[in-house]
């Protein structure tokens, strides 16, 4: 069983989710806007968050960026626009997933539990890398630039995980989109260009290990 809370300042789709997650076996709790939900956050361990974007007092986005200073929880937002640029920018504060409303439950809960099992398989694992000066800790979720410890989004430092697993090996923008995103992208390619940049900017001199593969995706190689 897994604690999900559930965010949205319409009654009615809190119900319905609420229901659909007591039947896939989980626990569900409710927030009617992301000043609550922060709060919720502070008070009590939650496995992952379903969130709405547009929201009284505070919205989806703060509460994300307020509840990720505190706890790495994995976030689905919920939304009924489905702008590129709003979900260019919930990916760039560490959410998991982007779902538009109208929306099927059903198809909620299975986003969740991808989401769910995804975050299992990275929590049981137990990896440390060290390449030159550059430190790659998987299990802690640590990335270390010459000692010091760098500032990663969630988003980034999956990105580099995946691509340090993967090292060696030639992976497509929409390989990574695919496997990092973990659902249809209905964007374009410039989300991974996007988070590749500020992963480099983060790894300063080590920027070198990640390699573009012109008219393809990335390669890391050290």
């Known amino acids: 069983m897994k604690k999900i809370l559930i965010v949205d300042d319409e009654e009615m789709i809190r119900n319905v989710l609420h229901e659909y997650a007591e039947y896939e076996g989980h626990e569900a709790f409710e927030a009617e806007n992301g000043r609550e939900a922060v709060q919720m956050c502070k008070d009590n ?3 992952i968050i379903l969130m709405d974007v547009m929201m009284p007092k505070l919205d989806g986005f703060s509460a ?4 990720k200073k505190m706890k790495d929880i994995p976030v689905i937002m919920l939304s009924a626009r489905g702008e590129e640029y709003d979900k260019l920018f919930g990916f760039e504060i560490g959410v998991d997933d982007y779902v538009v409303k109208p929306f099927s439950p059903k198809e909620v809960m299975a986003r969740v539990n991808a989401v769910l099992k995804r975050h299992s398989k990275s929590e049981n694992k137990s990896d440390v890398y060290k390449f030159e000066g550059l430190e790659v800790d998987i299990t802690g979720r640590n990335v270390y630039v010459d000692g010091e ?9 999956e990105l580099l995980f995946y691509l340090v697993k993967n090292r060696g090996v030639a992976l497509s923008r929409e390989k990574l989109l695919s496997d990092v995103w973990g659902f249809d992208f209905f964007g374009d390619d410039r989300t991974v ?10 790894l300063k001199q080590y920027r070198k290990f990640v390699l573009t593969l012109r008219g393809m995706g990335y390669k890391f190689e050290a």
Not at 64 to 67: A, G, L, N, R, Y
Not at 149 to 157: F, H, I, M, Q, R
């Open 193 to 202: 260009d996007t988070h590749i940049k500020m992963l480099r900017s983060n």
């Open 149 to 157: 410890k760098a500032e990663l989004t969630p988003k980034e430092y």
């Open 45 to 47: 361990d939650f496995d």
């Open 64 to 67: 994300v960026k307020e509840i």
